[in-house]
């Protein structure tokens, strides 16, 4: 693993979720679970992050929120969906100012579904989002190197 | 010969003081995790973070920031090789200053409300180092009659023994300029929040990077400095940087964070009691003293 999968920075933001997830994320920081361990640090802030992490099934409140954060986020970069709202709008699904799980604005690339979601998982989940992140960051500088060559042409 | 060292003592401080300057934070953050009962990140973490920094995508808040971020660490570098090479720490001191001045610059190109506040902290913050590092400076100057730091070590006894008051003044300097609570105002370190990261916040990617080096050679200068007040009795030295490091966490782990203006006025009171005081009685004794 290189050290972008051993530093991965996350940034939580909560679209319009009933906090349950929220909390859960926060626990997976506690003592008890202490997601540290793996260099794990909830930044806050976009321009620091590598995963992003959103929880709830996103309204007409935060979609320009939610898109403005992950344009600011540089690459290489992992949305996770945390929650089955996030995933895919749970029960709020057809209410009419729920756009139905945050692919529908943004390109998810870790779904991690429970009503609220254990820890276990959400740390299984961000597990998984650092294999992308490593993988991001390897076609990242697969394309730099692409660039430099067909500048050299 | 003296030139040569000189140039050896400045190429060691620029390789090996961001080696040690990030295992003493790496060591840090695992300290800092036992204590709140957690297992904490190994104790290369702060490498693999400025190495993944490294890698990210660029992404700017303004063009500019590049030549700010990197003025400061080779700033906050030259100063560093300057002080090792046992020049003059007058040079060091307004040397530091400016390097700070492109990080707050850094911070003010941002059109970001955050990088703004922190950027005035940061200023804050400097304004409150500057007076400390003058009368350390001053103090050295009454002791050994010199400001070059080499004749410290032509000094008899280590110069502690007439300045303790600028060691402890020192201190809490170092509790400042590490971002460590309860002075943590411009920004804070690892897993801390302040202002979202206030002076840092807009940076990102490799700009992040050279600031956290930047803020390893800071950390090391600042420890040289006080290292340097035992010149001759190394043991003490390192039994010093011991307890320094131990109290360094404790009071960050147990103190929260004060405001600003609180900030100004217990640094600024410490510095006047431990520090002026020192140099005063320095001073009226100088013909028994020295």
New interface residues.
Partial sequence: M???G??PWILHYNASSCNGCDIEILAALT?VY?V????I?????P??T?IFLVTGGVNEQNKAVLKNLYD?I???KVVVAVGICASSGGVFRDCYNISGGVDTIIPVDVYVPGCSVRPEALIEGIVKAIGILEEK?LQ??MKKERNVLEAGK | MNIMMAIIGAVAFLVFAPLIGGLLMGCDRVFTARMQSRVGPPILQPFYDVVKLWHKEKAFSSPVETIFTTAYLVLVAFSGAMLATGGNILLVVFSLTLAHTFLILAAYSANAPFSHIGAERELISVMIMEPALILYAAGIFMVTGSFMLIDVFRMGVPVIVYIPGILLMMFSILLLRLRKSPFDISTSEHAHQELVKGVTSSLSGKNLAKVEVAHWYEAMILIALMILLFSQVYIAAVLMLLVVFFLVLIIDNVFPRVTWQTTVKRIWITTLILGVVNIVILGIFEGVLL
């Fill in positions: 290189t050290s972008t051993k530093s003592p202490d540290e361990r793996f260099g640090i909830n930044t806050g802030n321009a620091h590598d600011q540089p690459e290489p960051r990242l500088a």
